[in-house]
Nanobody, 118 residues
Framework: VRLVESGGGLVQPGGSLRLSCLGS????????MKWYRQAPQKERELVAS????????DSADSVKGRFTISRDNAKKTVYLQMSSLKPEDTAVYYC????????????WGQGTQVTVSS
């Protein structure tokens, strides 16, 4: 089982980034997908989630209207489109997969760094 995030980097305030998370080794379309982030000296927080069919999404109040989660089950990939980025969005962003049928099947990616700074 692997989850590989990509797309992080350094961006100026007000800019945009799109994160991707490619899954392999498990039935991707059976899994609800989530993006978390963790800033230095802070707890990991849930940023956005999407159900296995892509029909239902949710996001944290701090990113509503700026971040959009989506998925392509054919490509086994979940995305996080981030716009109007702020310095407080700086964090390591992690992809998480949770089996819809067996929630004990819970996998994490290695994370990708997003830094918002001028």
């Amino acid at each position: 089982v692997r989850l590989v995030e990509s797309g992080g980097g350094l961006v100026q305030p007000g800019g945009s980034l799109r994160l991707s998370c490619l899954g392999s080794g498990f039935p991707f379309s059976n899994y609800n997908m989530k993006w978390y982030r963790q800033a230095p000296q802070k707890e990991r927080e849930l940023v956005a989630s999407i159900n296995r069919r892509g029909a239902t999404t949710d996001s944290a109040d701090s990113v509503k209207g700026r971040f959009t989660i989506s998925r392509d089950n054919a490509k086994k990939t979940v995305y996080l489109q981030m716009s109007s980025l702020k310095p407080e969005d700086t964090a390591v962003y992690y992809c998480n997969a949770v089996d819809y049928y067996y929630s004990q099947n819970n996998y994490w990616g290695q994370g990708t760094q997003v830094t918002v700074s001028s």
